[in-house]
């Protein structure tokens, strides 16, 4: 069941809205006809699946995305090979979100002294403002949030937080054969982006991370190949450590350019404490089903925990043990998907004590 489901996910192409819709779906009438009270919420355009059971006095989040980065048509294929399904999406994350499914399927009919609240989302890898934001601003928040990105059946505390600007160079326009005549904006912000790698917040570590990111993730100047280009854009994805001040970066930023900063997105860092008490329960389990120690982590990327992360609710990324994630060869291992279903099992299962 749990393989079929997950095949059938990775067959919907769901790297458009309405893809991502479809498969939102897909997981509704999933859910219904396994008798689970699964309701369908829209918001800006943007579906979400929402099924809640249990009792008690706390709620526990299972959450996870359906919609998936574009993909070649075969990606859309599962394949099965040995020990590994291939797919786009098969990691990132419709394994987790087909775990967490079945997962509740199997608790509904059980004393777990818990409520457990399975959110299904759709717009996780464009931000997750429409979707996980949404449900987080309307009070569906819990009390712990586990999402379920590929983490390698590990516990990622922590993640960094987001910064996207772009800097905009001016330049003074000359005639192409006479270049001294004029100031590059190219040439000028090549000598930003030197100096950029080089401020303090760059240099910085902690416990999870040997430094931030920094992408320049697109640059854009120049019309004709004779003129002096007269204006320069450089875009950034910026992840910056836990400790850190965003507003402190910008400033640091600031002080090396004279050209404008222009913010396009922000979001803040995630930090989970080692000896939460959500973190105690979940530790065991981690390494009675993997027969290890739980290897805890900080991701580099950012992911719906951090909406959750916003009211002060403890949240985790924790998931099944996949690789190449938005690249061509996507896959899980079918068998830790196994190991994590009876890994939230066994959690929810805690509470009935």
């Given amino acids: ?39 369908v919420i829209e918001n800006n355009g943007y579906k979400m699946a929402v099924c809640e059971i249990g009792s008690g006095d706390q709620t526990i989040i299972f959450n996870g995305h359906v ?18 399904i ?22 509904k009919n059980m004393p777990i002294g818990v409520k457990i609240q399975l959110q299904i989302v759709s717009d996780e890898e464009i931000g997750g403002f429409n979707c996980s934001g949404y449900l987080a601003e309307q009070g569906y928040r819990g009390d ?31 005639h192409g054969s006479r270049p001294w005549e004029g100031v590059n904006a190219i040439e000028k912000a090549f000598e930003v ?26 640059i854009t100047g120049g019309d004709v190949y004779n003129k002096v280009p007269e204006k320069c854009v450089m875009s950034y994805d910026i992840r910056y450590l836990p400790q850190q001040n965003h507003e402190e970066i910008i400033k640091q930023i600031e002080n090396i350019t004279d050209g404008e900063i222009i913010m396009n997105m922000f979001s803040k860092p995630l930090v989970t404490a080692r000896d939460n ?41 924790f998931g099944p043990t996949g690789m190449n994630w938005h690249g061509d060869k996507e896959y899980v291992l079918p068998h830790s998907i196994h190991l994590y279903v009876k890994m939230l099992i066994d959690f929810a299962m805690k509470f009935s004590n």
């Fill in 144 to 174: 712990f949030v586990i999402c379920s990105e590929p983490t390698q059946l590990g516990i990622a505390l922590e993640a960094k937080g987001v910064i996207r600007l772009d800097i905009e160079i001016e330049g003074d326009p000359a």
């Fill in 86 to 107: 291939y797919g786009r999406g098969a990691a990132d994350m419709k394994a987790g979100v087909a775990a967490m499914m079945c997962a509740v399927k199997e608790l």
């Fill in 193 to 218: 982006h030197q100096k950029l790698l080089e401020l303090p917040f760059a240099k910085e570590s902690s416990e999870f991370y040997p430094y931030p990111s920094i992408n320049l993730a697109k």
């Fill in 67 to 84: 919609d998936v980065v574009s993909g070649k048509d075969e990606q859309f294929i599962p394949v099965e090979v040995r020990d590994k």
């Fill in 277 to 317: 008490p959500f973190i105690l329960m979940l530790e065991p389990i981690v390494e009675k089903h993997t027969e290890d120690k739980a290897v805890f982590f900080g991701q580099h990327g950012s992911a719906d925990t951090v909406f959750f992360a916003n009211y002060g609710i403890p949240a985790i990324e």
């Fill in 1 to 39: 069941m749990l393989e079929n489901l997950l095949k059938d996910l990775i067959s919907i192409d769901s790297s458009s809205k309405e893809g991502a819709n479809q498969a939102i779906e897909y997981c509704h009438q999933w859910l219904s006809g396994h008798d689970l009270p699964s309701r």
